[in-house]
């Protein structure tokens, strides 16, 4: 009996399944080297959508307040009718439609220019030049005796192969779009012959990133008069440091040098943080709050206790010290608030109780605007920062880029980066109207 109900699930479930991806779920607007679709998931705000043809993939996080979703994607690779597929996921990864078809044929006029045919072809490509530019790069190169060679760009979220054509004196220039590949991210960049069977350059670079810049602090707001420390955890390159755990600890703990990483984006979390750390200070400098950072760029080193002196020194009334979790078990998920406690620093600020209510009150308004259930709030004595800062200092793990979910969430969402940064804000107001910085 117990194998019949087993067998029995297990047919309903691929019967549910073969309903959930009918292609005429997915609408298509096929065009010249461009798709359009839409869609609809009753429930959900966010899907995950992927677009594949014989040269081009591209991946893409799609939001809808109303489960209406739509998107596009440029394929600038397709000439002859070729297969495309569009997968639709949700964010746990499970496929919800598949839709396929075929892309529209292009007359292509591209040619080489003439070129001198003695030139024997080369090897390799020599003076090449790539530059990084905002959602993409500019290339230029020379193949001598190859009037036609690939360019094969790949990133975590999209991949592109260009059959290009040289110019005069077999040199190749262009520009190449990624539109989702996210800033800072990997990008490797690979120049093959013709045939594809001999590879003439190889090389990663990184995207390019411009920080969000500064708005003006508010002259008046809820948070006047407050000051706040954010603390991006980590950066590019982390050093190795041994240093004394707290103030009154004889205990010296060495800092690791890894970081979590995107399961599904290879998202590094120092480049998330600082992201969502930048949206952070200008959403309380719009509140009228005072901001100090401990790094606005991702190239610069901030030692362990040097973090605490930065807000100990500005006087600041809240440090928040954003990281990103990460777990063995990719199952896992939530919010986790750190504070610390036995610092000698830490039960001038507050007891025990306190601080566990302090951190508490911070967990609920995050949860509240990101809808995110799962979290706690834990008192730690493993935290320097938390340990060397006289103020009410908390870590705050966003969530955990070991779950596909959540990775997909913090790294891809500008719409899920800022309910997090509306959380803190909230938060933090609750918390100065508690700490009686000011009045409600």
């Known amino acids: 009996m117990k194998r019949l109900l087993i067998l029995l699930a297990m047919m309903l479930s691929l019967m549910i399944s073969s309903a959930l991806c009918e292609d005429s779920d997915v609408e298509v607007q096929l065009d010249a080297q461009h798709v359009a679709f839409s869609f609809a998931i009753e429930g959900e705000q966010y899907a995950y959508v992927q677009v594949t043809t014989e040269n081009d993939v591209g991946k ?130 690979t120049i093959l012959t013709a045939n594809s069977n001999h590879q003439l350059f190889k090389d990663t670079y990184t995207a390019h990133y411009t920080p969000l810049p500064a708005v003006n602090q508010a002259a008046a707001g809820r948070l006047k008069g407050v000051v706040v420390c954010i603390d991006p955890g980590h950066q590019e390159q982390t050093k190795e440091e041994t240093v004394r755990l707290a103030p009154n600890f004889k205990k010296t703990t060495t800092t690791t040098v890894g970081m979590a990483k995107g399961m599904v984006t290879n998202r590094r979390e120092s480049i998330v943080v600082l992201e969502i750390g930048l949206m952070l200070r200008n959403a309380l400098l719009k509140e009228g709050a005072t901001v100090i950072m401990t790094r606005e760029t991702q190239d610069i080193f901030v030692g362990m206790l040097e973090r605490a002196d930065i807000p100990n020194n500005a006087g600041a009334d809240f440090v928040l010290r954003l990281h990103c979790n990460n777990r063995a078990d990719e199952t896992v998920q939530g919010i986790a608030i750190y504070c610390p406690y036995q610092s000698s620093y830490a039960m001038e600020v507050a007891d025990e109780d306190t601080y566990r209510e302090m951190g508490n009150i911070l967990l609920s308004a995050m949860q509240e605007t990101t809808g995110q259930t799962k979290g706690k709030c834990t008192l730690s004595n493993n935290y320097v920062g938390n340990n060397w800062s006289k103020m009410p200092s908390f870590l705050v793990e966003m969530g955990y880029m070991s779950n596909r979910k959540e990775d997909l969430l913090m790294s891809a969402s500008p719409v899920y980066q800022q309910k997090l940064v509306d959380g803190m804000v909230e938060g933090i107001y609750e918390l100065s109207i508690m700490r009686g910085l000011i009045q409600e």
């Open 60 to 189: 893409q996080l799609l939001y809808s307040e109303n489960g209406q979703f739509s998107g596009a994607m440029a394929l600038p690779n397709c000439f002859e009718p070729s297969q495309l597929t569009i997968d639709v996921m949700k964010l746990n990864g499970r496929r919800v439609y598949r839709h396929t078809d075929k892309t529209v044929e292009v007359i292509s006029t591209d040619a080489a220019a003439p070129q001198d045919e003695s030139v024997r072809p080369a090897a390799k490509a020599y003076d090449v030049n790539i530059t990084m530019t905002d959602g993409g790069f500019d290339y230029s190169f020379n193949v001598p005796g190859r009037d036609e060679v690939f360019l094969r760009c790949k990133s975590a979220q999209e991949t592109h192969t260009f059959h290009l054509y040289a110019d005069k004196d077999y040199t190749y220039s262009g520009h190449v779009q990624m539109p989702f590949t996210f800033p800072y991210d990997t990008v490797t960049i």
